[in-house]
């Protein structure tokens, strides 16, 4: 069964430096998100991305995220300087239509020293 | 913040049938109750979604009120592995699912 999956599953960065997380959504999916959940709270939205352009994204989507499909496969979440809060789970999540089912892949734990 | 009330836990014995209650009472004619649970720090996996009918696959069963302002949830013979935050949620676009708390259910030897 196709399945979302992510890289690394553990990322661990100093305050202030730069992550690049990665996601591989299935293979005939047009629809990808980004989601977090810091440690013992809800996951959160934090962005949507089709055809090349962000849809929707939260209020927790500042300027210092962004997102970008690089090739056919890959989506990414780059947090530009890390912070302290930035410290949770990354999910990413992919659908075939926007209307479809939301698939989720394991996760990023992502860790700022 | 989501729509939907949910009890905080619940407890339920191995090979018996858990029934997860959500109310949804502001829900709007074109919205979706959608079911996903989380095991552990995994990450969400999809259960169920309907809009008015009764629905069934593999895993649930979801049956939803005819005013559609609540539904239940039904793992017809939960196991150990059924231990999990179950999360409903209600979305009209599907685009960015709003997680409350959910359900932490505990399934019991």
């Known amino acids: 069964e196709p399945e979302v999956t992510q890289t690394p599953s553990h990322q661990v960065t100093q305050m202030g430096q730069e992550v690049i997380l990665r996601c591989v959504p299935i293979s005939n999916h047009l629809y990808f998100y980004w989601y977090r959940q810091i440690l013992g709270q809800k996951v959160e939205f934090l962005v949507s991305?089709?055809?090349?352009?962000?849809?929707?994204k939260s209020e927790i989507f500042d300027d210092q995220f962004s997102v970008e499909r690089p090739d056919g496969s890959n989506f990414t979440l780059k947090i530009r300087s890390t912070k302290l809060e930035d410290s949770a789970m990354y999910f990413c999540?992919?659908?075939?239509?926007?209307?479809?089912?939301?698939?989720f892949g394991p996760g990023t734990r992502l860790t700022v020293l | 913040d989501a729509k939907t009330t949910q009890p905080p836990s619940m407890d339920c014995a191995e090979g018996r049938a858990a029934n997860l209650p959500c109310n949804h009472s502001?829900?709007?004619?074109?919205?979706?109750v959608y079911w996903y649970r989380q095991i552990h720090s995994q990450g969400p996996q999809y259960i169920i979604h309907?809009?008015?009918n009764n629905e069934t696959n593999e895993m649930a069963s979801l049956i939803i009120t005819e005013d559609r302002k609540s539904s239940t949830l039904i793992l017809p013979h939960a196991t150990l592995r059924d231990t999990a935050v179950y999360y409903c949620i209600v979305t009209v676009r599907n685009n960015d699912m709003r997680f409350g708390a959910g359900t932490r259910l505990t399934v019991k030897p």
């Open positions: 991305f089709y055809n090349n352009e962000i849809s929707e």
């Open positions: 999540a992919s659908s075939e239509e926007i209307t479809d089912t939301q698939y």
């Open positions: 502001t829900i709007s004619g074109n919205e979706y």
């Open positions: 309907g809009l008015k």
